[in-house]
Structure formats: C-alpha cells, structure tokens
C-alpha cells in the first residue's frame, strides 16, 4: 500500500521556521520525484517545491524561493522541506506528493502526480 505521511506542521510566529517531513512507503522511493504543495482556504492547491528522482533537481514556486529548502534522505525514504523566515501568507494545509513521471518544468502540476499525504497544517500568526 502505498503511503505518504506528512508531519511537522504547526502554529508559529512570522519569521519563524518549521520543517516539514514526507515519510514514503510502499513504493520505490527512488523512481519518484516528491513535491511539495499547499493550500489555504477558498485558494486552490499549488505547488510550493519539487524534487525531481532522476537527478535530484530541486524547484521552488517564486514566493518561498531563498526561504525554503527541499531536501530528500533515500535512506529514510523521507522528503523535508525546510521552512524559514515564514509570513502569515504561508498559512496552508501543505501536502506532499509523489510523481512517477519526468517532472521538470511542470513540476507544479497536481495532475502530474500519483499519490498524495493527508496533508499538515501550517499557520503563521502576525
């Protein structure tokens, strides 16, 4: 079965940091690249980073680019992203999503991926 557990999630103050982890099951943890997206309330789901298996190209939606940080340990099956300096305009249920497909440029596309977790909550007060 395959599974896709996030965690990490939580209630912090503007500036502060979180980091997010994707634990991966029941599936070649190798042959699919992970992303990162999220959602807020009355917004629709988009993608907030990417880390493509091939060659482990990593990809970042302009508005969290030099603030967040995709990370993967194969060893662990595990996707991170690390989160820093975080605005109240990050407040999402973010998701994480696995893709047997060769992502690139269409990294930010629901559609492009295969499973997906249940989602954490992240919510930064102003």
């Known amino acids: 079965e395959v599974q896709l557990v996030e965690s990490g999630g939580g209630l912090v103050q503007a500036g502060g940091s979180l980091r997010l982890s994707c634990a991966a099951s029941?599936?070649?943890?190798?042959?699919?690249?992970i992303g990162w997206f999220r959602q807020a309330p009355g917004k629709e789901r988009e993608g907030v980073s990417c880390?493509?298996?091939?060659?482990?190209?990593?990809y970042y939606a302009d508005s969290v680019k030099g603030r967040f940080t995709i990370s993967s340990d194969d060893a662990k099956n595990t996707v991170y992203l690390q989160m820093n300096s975080l605005k109240p305009e990050d407040t999402a249920v973010y998701y994480c999503?696995?893709?047997?497909?060769?992502?690139?440029?269409?990294?930010?596309?629901?559609?492009?991926?295969?499973?997906w977790g249940q989602g954490t909550q992240v919510t930064v007060s102003s």
């Open positions: 880390i493509s298996s091939s060659d482990g190209s990593t």
């Open positions: 029941g599936f070649t943890f190798d042959d699919y690249g």
């Open positions: 999503a696995a893709s047997d497909l060769m992502l690139g440029s269409s990294w930010s596309r629901t559609r492009m991926y295969d499973y």
